[in-house]
T-cell receptor, first 115, second 116 residues
Framework: DSGVTQTPKHLITATGQRVTLRCSPR?????VYWYQQSLDQGLQFLIQ???????AKGNILERFSAQQFPDLHSELNLSSLELGDSALYFC??????????????FGEGSWLTVV | AQTVTQSQPEMSVQEAETVTLSCTYD???????LFWYKQPPSRQMILVIR??????QNATENRFSVNFQKAAKSFSLKISDSQLGDAAMYFC?????????????FGKGTKLTVNP
């Protein structure tokens, strides 16, 4: 158990709909990351938050958004869903301070299927 | 931008034998971090081992060890005494130094099969 909690574990929804994925980081971790894993694109970095603020942005679509709340949990919002958004969405966390090489720990992922 | 390449889409090994998974990366940074993650059929991403680029000594974790060749930008993973539970996808990942982008850049992965 990495200590990173993601809900829901599985989600099936229709095209055009909107879903919210939730993540609770490990206790004490300030940084939260979102990754998407699909068969054709591999593991893609979406976005990172540090202590409530956006720190880095990757290949995140405009239809997707995220935020990190004062209690440090994070939500990833996916809207106007398309079939191609079907993927495993990982949340990960790390201490995130400006000390070197903090290891990033992953949650179990949220399986999203768009039908 | 940094890139990570795993040239072996699939590998197989006999139980109790040793296998080496290859990884190369491209970067202009001098200080960085490298990781191997394991993804079993459950799909959870599990950290196997990490290496700091400024350390010359290769990292080891029980049956897992790395061969880090900084000049060659190579970071291979050796699994000794392979066990059935080692069967999984293995991902090599690169991370920039502190203060830079902290995201992980992953390779495409190597699927390891362990034969009894």
């Amino acid at each position: 158990d990495s200590g990173v909690t993601q809900t829901p574990k599985h989600l099936i929804t229709a095209t055009g709909q909107r879903v919210t994925l939730r993540c609770s980081p490990r206790s004490g971790d300030l940084s939260v990351y979102w990754y998407q894993q699909s068969l054709d694109q591999g593991l893609q970095f979406l976005i990172q938050y540090y202590n409530g603020e956006e720190r880095a942005k990757g290949n995140i679509l405009e239809r997707f958004s995220a935020q990190q709340f004062p209690d440090l949990h994070s939500e990833l919002n996916l809207s106007s869903l398309e079939l191609g958004d079907s993927a495993l969405y990982f949340c990960a966390s790390s201490v995130g301070r400006k000390t070197s090489g903090n290891t990033i720990y992953f949650g179990e992922g949220s399986w999203l299927t768009v039908v | 931008a940094q890139t990570v390449t795993q040239s072996q889409p699939e590998m197989s090994v006999q139980e109790a034998e040793t296998v080496t998974l290859s990884c190369t990366y491209d970067t202009s940074e001098s200080d960085y971090y490298l990781f191997w993650y394991k993804q079993p059929p459950s799909r959870q991403m599990i950290l196997v081992i990490r290496q700091e680029a400024y350390k010359q000594q290769n990292a080891t974790e029980n049956r897992f060890s790395v061969n880090f060749q900084k000049a060659a930008k190579s970071f291979s993973l050796k699994i000794s005494d392979s066990q059935l539970g080692d069967a999984a996808m293995y991902f090599c990942a690169y991370r920039s130094p502190a203060g830079g982008s902290e995201k992980l850049v992953f390779g495409k992965g190597t699927k390891l099969t362990v034969n009894p």
